[in-house]
C-alpha cells in the first residue's frame, strides 16, 4: 500500500498571504504510460465533507478558485493557496489514486 | 445537480451490523462507481471500498475483507454498505462518494454525501 504523508500538521498565515502545504507518497504515483501524476487535493470544513479541489496533480475541478494551485511529481507534491482568504480556513488532504486509494493525514490551515 | 443523500444516525451495540443508504439523483446512477470513505472523530479519511451500480461488482480493502459488504438498488439509484461485527473503533461518520477518472480501483472522488455518524457503544 502507498503510505501518504503530509506536513505541516497545520499552519496560520495571515489573509492575503501564501499558505503552503506539502504531500510524500512511499513511492511513486507516476504512471509512466500517460505521464500522470495520479494525486489529488481535498478541502474539508467543519462539519462537512471534503471537496475535491485539484486532480493528475495540477488540474483544478471546475469552480475551483484560481489561488488554489497544485504541483510536484513523482513522490513529492504542493499545494498552494496563493493568497489565503478567510472562506479557506479547513483541513486539506491529498490523495493518491496510482493503487488502492489512500489519504494523506491532513493539514489544518488557520487564519493568523 | 448531483446529489449524494445518506440515511440518518445509527447506534449499535459492538458484536451488530450496520446498513448505510446513499441515494444518487442528477445523473446516471448505473454510470459512476459509488465508494464508501470513514473518518472518525477529529482524524482522517479512510477509503473503504467500491460498488459498480450497473454490474454489482465490488472492491474492497484489505481491512474490511469479510466485514463490509457494498450492493445496490438500481430501482431507486440507491447504494448500500453494510458492516457488520461492529466495534468501538468502527466509531466514525461514514461517507459515500462518487469516482470519477480512473477504473474502480483507481478513482478521485467528485461528489460526496453528507456523512452518516456510525457511533457503536455498549
Known amino acids: 500500500d502507498i503510505v501518504m504523508t503530509q506536513s505541516p500538521d497545520s499552519l496560520a498565515v495571515s489573509l492575503g498571504e501564501r499558505a503552503t502545504i506539502n504531500c510524500k507518497s512511499s513511492?511513486?504515483?507516476?504512471?509512466?504510460?500517460?505521464?500522470?501524476?495520479?494525486l489529488a487535493w481535498y478541502q474539508q470544513k467543519p462539519g462537512q465533507p471534503p471537496k475535491l479541489l485539484i486532480y493528475?496533480?495540477?488540474t483544478r475541478e471546475s469552480g475551483v478558485p484560481d489561488r488554489f494551485s497544485g504541483s510536484g511529481s513523482g513522490t513529492d507534491f504542493t499545494l498552494t493557496i496563493s493568497s489565503l482568504q478567510a472562506e479557506d480556513v479547513a483541513v486539506y488532504y491529498c490523495?493518491?489514486?496510482?493503487?488502492?486509494?489512500?489519504f494523506g493525514p491532513g493539514t489544518k490551515v488557520d487564519i493568523k | 445537480q448531483v446529489q449524494l443523500v445518506q440515511s440518518g444516525a445509527e447506534v449499535k451495540k459492538p458484536g451488530a451490523s450496520v446498513k448505510v443508504s446513499c441515494k444518487a439523483s442528477?445523473?446516471?446512477?448505473?454510470?459512476?462507481?459509488i465508494n464508501w470513505v470513514r473518518q472518525a472523530t477529529g482524524q482522517g479519511l479512510e477509503w473503504m471500498g467500491w460498488?459498480?451500480?450497473?454490474?454489482?461488482?465490488?472492491g474492497y480493502a484489505q481491512k474490511f475483507q469479510g466485514r463490509v459488504t457494498m450492493t445496490r438498488n438500481t430501482s431507486i439509484s440507491t447504494a448500500y454498505m453494510e458492516l457488520s461485527s461492529l466495534r468501538s473503533e468502527d466509531t466514525a461518520v461514514y461517507y459515500c462518494?462518487?469516482?470519477?477518472?480512473?477504473?474502480?480501483?483507481?478513482?478521485?472522488?467528485?461528489?460526496w454525501g453528507q456523512g452518516t455518524l456510525v457511533t457503536v457503544s455498549s
Open positions: 462518494a462518487r469516482g470519477v477518472l480512473g477504473s474502480s480501483w483507481y478513482v478521485v472522488f467528485d461528489y
Open positions: 442528477g445523473y446516471t446512477f448505473t454510470s459512476y462507481d
Open positions: 460498488m459498480n451500480p450497473n454490474s454489482g461488482n465490488t
Open positions: 513511492q511513486s504515483v507516476l504512471y509512466s504510460s500517460n505521464n500522470k501524476n495520479y
Open positions: 493528475w496533480a495540477s
Open positions: 490523495q493518491q489514486y496510482y493503487s488502492t486509494p489512500s
